[in-house]
């Protein structure tokens, strides 16, 4: 598993936690990967769960991988940034391994639109100058990139939110 933007690593701790014989990657910036370091070591679980610093689309995402997963950073890269993180997945995984996809989403047309939602998008507009996407468009960026099944998930919870999956062919 290699995590992009994977932060302090909590994602592929849960992952390690739910599949034993995992081993994952947190792709981040170096003050995230710090931090992370030191959380992954404090929960036990450095021998399962590595920090790469620096900017993804410099380091590459790796090959041969089995999962290539994106939470909470689609809506901080431009459109074109984020289909060329999906075309570097395709390339990276192995025949049948997955992307991942999670973020807060942009309602489609005719949709009703959340207050988190609303919230969200602004914040992300006034932060990076970029915004949520519509399940729709990570959707289309997945297939244009060749992904196959691909699938969208929603949470009854937090109806804001989307994790779409697809695989590689």
């Not at 990657?25 to 929960?43: F, K, M, N, Q, Y």
């Not at 973020?103 to 602004?122: K, N």
């Not at 691909?150 to 949470?155: A, P």
């Given at each position: 598993?290699?995590?992009?933007?994977?932060?302090?690593?909590?994602?592929?701790?849960?992952?390690?936690?739910?599949?034993?014989?995992?081993?994952?990657?947190?792709?981040?910036?170096?003050?995230?990967?710090?931090?992370?370091?030191?959380?992954?070591?404090?929960?036990?679980?450095?021998?399962?769960?590595?920090?790469?610093?620096?900017?993804?689309?410099?380091?590459?995402?790796?090959?041969?991988?089995?999962?290539?997963?994106?939470?909470?950073?689609?809506?901080?890269?431009?459109?074109?940034?984020?289909r060329?993180?999906?075309?570097?997945?395709?390339?990276?995984?192995?025949?049948?391994?997955f992307?991942?996809?999670?973020?807060?989403?942009?309602?489609?047309?005719?949709?009703?639109?959340?207050?988190?939602?609303?919230?969200?998008?602004?914040?992300?507009?006034?932060?990076?100058?970029?915004?949520?996407f519509?399940?729709?468009?990570?959707?289309?960026?997945?297939?244009?990139?060749?992904?196959?099944?691909?699938?969208?998930?929603?949470?009854?919870?937090?109806?804001?939110?989307?994790?779409?999956?697809?695989?590689?062919?």
């Open positions: 598993l290699v995590d992009v933007a994977g932060g302090q690593g909590a994602f592929s701790m849960a992952m390690c936690r739910r599949h034993p014989g995992l081993e994952a990657t947190v792709i981040d910036l170096p003050p995230s990967a710090a931090v992370g370091r030191r959380i992954v070591a404090e929960e036990g679980y450095a021998g399962r769960v590595s920090f790469r610093e620096g900017d993804v689309f410099e380091l590459g995402l790796g090959d041969e991988l089995d999962i290539v997963s994106i939470f909470n950073l689609v809506h901080h890269l431009p459109e074109e940034r984020d060329e993180l999906c075309r570097m997945a395709l390339e990276a995984l192995r025949r049948g391994g992307l991942v996809i999670g973020d807060s989403a942009r309602p489609e047309p005719g949709e009703t639109v959340s207050e988190h939602g609303a919230i969200s998008s602004l914040l992300f507009y006034a932060w990076s100058h970029s915004r949520n519509r399940p729709s468009e990570i959707r289309a960026w997945m297939e244009a990139a060749g992904f196959a099944e691909v699938t969208l998930h929603s949470n009854d919870r937090s109806p804001w939110r989307v994790v779409v999956v697809g695989r590689r062919p």
